[in-house]
């Protein structure tokens, strides 16, 4: 089995089979389980994980029936902060297919219309912003992105009291099969857990001395472990990487939202380096960012760099977001050439933002759909 590192706890009956990452660097971004309870395979991805997704079980027609259930398109989970995320990027794409649809189209009277394409920007961009850093919290937090509203009481005391948990563990969201998947009693994050294949033996199990020593120096460890994270860095976690470039890109983007801004620029015309500087430049190097952001979502689904997964829900919010890094990066890199020839300002410009925006809403909203599922 190759080595790569693995610290996700799962019950102590089920038998690690296979790990596969991206590099040996990195924590392992899908592991496999045998569980003799079942005699059924069970399949776990960071990803789903990250988004406090049931793990996979592979039915057995005479043995293991996986009840499924009619998919959701909308909903409302404000305690979970996968939820958020997906939420503000899906609202932030929509203002961002209005300011490509007047960027594209725009008005007779010039000014309405430059404030309109200002503004909305700026909205999107302060969306995106929020959105970006919401990820980076799932991510440190994962496991635990149900306790979001639990934590949010607890900041902002009395203030918002309608926020309530919805999900199930987060770690390991309870079916059906609970009472089969989990150890007698349900979850539990401590002594009946194990990292990886570490400590176990041929059957997947432990000692009886050797768990009620995990008990107690696990007891610590796990009370730390469960403890929420505003900030902080998972620099060997494939997820938490590409959320934090994801992060950074909306950061400098989130520059040229705000000079872009009618009024706060001097006329183009006549300054265009000063708009090279502080408006095209940032658009240029935040979309790279999503770009690459994008690329390791995707990769982090693979079960290889090549074999891609284009029925995968994970593996498409990847897909479209680079694709809508890619318009928006046109965008910049065109508006570079806007003066003083006046060129690429319609068809070079505006239109790479429109459909960037609108592949950046598939994405969000195909992001809204994996975690109500």
Known sequence: MTDYPFEIKHPTHWNLTHLH???????????????????????????????????????????????????????FELSNISWWVAQLFTWGSAVWCVNGWYSLFPLSNEVTSANIVGWTALVGGTLFEAGAYAMVVEALNRGHTVRFGYEVRKELGAGLKDLRKVRGSGAYSLTELADKLLPEG???????????????????????????????????????????????????DLGYIASFITFCGASIFWISTITGVPGVLPNEATHIAEWDILFWFPQVLGSCCFITAAILFMLETQDSWWRIKPFDLGWNVGFWNLVGGLGFWLCGF????????????????????????????LGSYIQLIEMLN
């Open 334 to 361: 065109f508006g570079f050439f806007a003066y003083p020839e006046g060129k690429y300002q319609r068809w070079g410009m505006s239109c790479s933002t429109f459909w960037g925006a609108w592949a950046f809403l």
């Open 186 to 236: 349900g979850w539990d994050g401590g002594g009946e857990s194990s990292n990886g294949d570490v400590g176990m033996n041929g059957h997947g199990e432990q000692p009886r001395a050797a768990k009620d020593d995990a008990q107690r120096n696990q007891s610590s460890e796990a009370a730390a472990a469960q403890k929420w994270k505003w900030w902080g860095y998972r620099w060997h």
């Open 21 to 75: 990452g991206l590099n040996t660097r990195l924590h392992a971004t899908h592991a496999h389980f045998q569980d003799p309870r079942l005699d059924a395979k069970v399949s776990w991805s960071e990803r789903r994980h990250r988004k406090g997704r049931r793990v996979k079980v592979h039915e057995h027609p005479e043995k293991v029936r996986v009840h499924r259930h009619w998919p959701r398109l909308w909903g």
